[in-house]
């Protein structure tokens, strides 16, 4: 059964229709990415998944006790509001030493568990936050353009963490990205999106759909054929190819 | 222990420490979620609970609950629709302050001591007042042990707190009830003008010495609860007003506070 099914979903934002009759599914272990231009309803979509939203038509069906691990766009932590990378790691169920850091680890975050949130670069506060959502031992792991503020190399490395854990634990991963080529060949299935999903399915295919065309022009599609050779995950590849994978690169910044 | 209460010293600072131990953990949520308005315009609005209760004849702790309840829900719920809300509070808090005194003004027959709610008479709390205090800053406590993860959570990030299945609308409430139990407990220590600061100072004072949520609550309390002893013993040595004096000293252990902190960061980078 599909963890997360939308049917006919329609969304309302002051007065605006920003979703209308979106339908699709999320298959258990799936890689799915949204594209979409600004104001496509791309983070509308997501906070209707996890339940953020009410759709005012169609509906949003969960898997009973669904497990979802979310990664924000941007957390803005008061400055008034102390709180160490370990505390955080135990909101909003408390885990144990032993688990907070195996997460640290496994989402490339380093010993960071002293520091104060406030305190840490934009790559490191990402990978904590991917941390805290890997602790919910997740079936579905969101992702709402997770990359934001962190430069090329940073946002490679991340999504590369991302394939690495998606391997590990063998959940689903949604992801929103406007790096349209990074995030694309890392993808099972991306779903293009303008207020309705214009199209969906293989990256090559979507990549090739006029509707996306239409909405990204081709120079994506230079982009796209580009980073193909320059990405460092693993993946099928066609019978001509025979270009080697770099070196896996970390971010370490600080 | 009975005849230690029938000093009215003892029962005012057991009072005052009830009021602080309940405000300062409330007053740190109020910090974090920026919602020191939020709490004026509730203490504001107690004034006409005061009115109400009066009038009627029913008890001061009941009618500043349930005016203190409104006001907190109808201000979280236009905060919901979107309106400015630094201007919607103002209008809210000052508005209700006014209409309440008006309001005191009508009784008739009822020689009403006006001071004693705007600063609060805290020397004048009884043995029921004190089991009021008590019962309600145990409730508050309570309230946000049981719900402290949930509460945290949706201060942090209400998408966070959705995607953990908490609804960050239910911890708004249970802050809102616990605000409105706070005020009209603490009408009696420090009166309506005053409850606001014994909620944000403390907690304010308390911020450069924690490294976690649990320990600013917990040092708030201790600053609060100091504040409360030592405001009592202040104004009774100098035949000063209590519930300001409470508030003067707090005030003055938070700029103590901001002080160490400037210079110990000063030091640290020199």
């Not at chain 1, 979310?70 to 885990?95: C, E, G, M």
Request: aromatic share 6%; net charge neutral.
């Amino acid at each position: 059964m599909s963890l997360v099914a939308l049917k006919g979903l329609s969304v309302q934002y002051g007065g605006n229709t920003v979703l209308s009759n979106v339908n699709f599914c999320i298959e258990p272990g799936e890689i799915v990415t949204v594209v979409g231009p600004n104001g496509s309803g791309k983070s509308t979509l997501l906070r209707s998944i996890i339940g953020a939203l009410k759709p005012s038509r169609g509906d949003v069906t969960r898997a009973p006790g669904l497990r979802i691990g979310y990664v924000p766009q941007k957390l803005h932590i008061d400055a008034t509001l102390p709180l160490t990378v370990r505390r955080f790691l135990s909101l909003p169920n408390r885990v144990s030493d032993a688990r907070a850091d195996a997460a640290l680890h496994q989402a490339g975050a380093g010993p960071l568990a002293k520091r104060q949130m406030s305190g840490l670069s934009g790559g490191q506060f990402q990978r904590v936050l991917l941390a805290r959502a890997l602790l919910s031992d997740p079936q579905l792991l969101i992702l709402d353009e997770a990359t934001q503020g962190l430069d090329q190399p940073g946002s490679a490395a991340f999504y590369q963490q991302i394939a690495e854990v998606r391997a590990e634990l063998g959940c689903a991963v949604l992801m929103v990205s406007h790096e349209l080529h990074v995030v694309m060949a890392a993808s099972d299935r991306v779903i293009c999106l303008n207020g309705h999903i214009c199209c969906e399915g293989e990256p090559e295919h979507v990549a090739s759909a006029p509707e996306y065309r239409a909405l990204f022009g081709t120079g994506t599609q230079g982009a796209l054929a580009l980073y193909r050779h320059e990405h460092n995950h693993t993946h099928d590849h066609g019978p001509d190819c025979d270009h080697d994978h770099g070196p896996a690169q970390k971010d370490r910044a600080s | 222990m009975m005849s230690l209460l029938d000093s009215f010293l003892i029962r005012a600072a057991l009072a005052g420490i009830g009021v602080a131990l309940a405000a300062a953990p409330l007053g740190c949520f109020v910090v974090w979620r920026r919602m020191a308005y939020f709490g004026d315009a509730t203490a504001h609005a107690s004034i006409l609970g005061v009115a109400l209760a009066l009038s009627f004849d029913t008890s001061i702790f009941a009618g500043v609950l349930v005016t203190s309840l409104v006001m907190a829900t109808t201000v979280s719920t236009l905060s919901n629709r979107g309106y400015a809300m630094d201007t919607l509070l103002g209008v809210l808090a000052h508005s209700s302050l006014a209409f309440g005194l008006v309001a005191v003004s009508f009784l008739q027959g009822v020689r009403v001591d006006l001071m004693a709610y705007l600063f609060g008479d805290i020397l004048a709390v009884g043995r029921v007042d004190l089991a009021v205090i008590w019962g309600g800053a145990a409730l508050v406590l309570l309230l946000l042990w049981a719900r402290w993860s949930a509460l945290l959570t949706a201060t942090l990030n209400p998408d966070l707190a959705y995607a953990a299945g908490i609804d960050p609308k239910r911890e708004q409430m249970v802050l809102t009830i616990a605000l409105a139990l706070v005020v009209a407990v603490a009408i009696k220590v420090v009166g309506v003008l005053l409850i606001a600061a014994l909620l944000l100072i403390p907690a304010a004072t308390a911020r450069p010495f924690a490294s976690t949520p649990e320990r600013m609550a917990l040092i708030a309390a201790c600053i609060g609860g100091l504040s409360a002893l030592g405001g009592l013993q202040l104004a009774f040595t100098f035949d000063t007003p209590t519930g300001p004096t409470i508030v003067c000293l707090a005030a003055v252990l938070f700029a103590a506070s901001s002080l160490g902190d400037v210079l110990r960061r000063t030091a640290s980078r020199g």
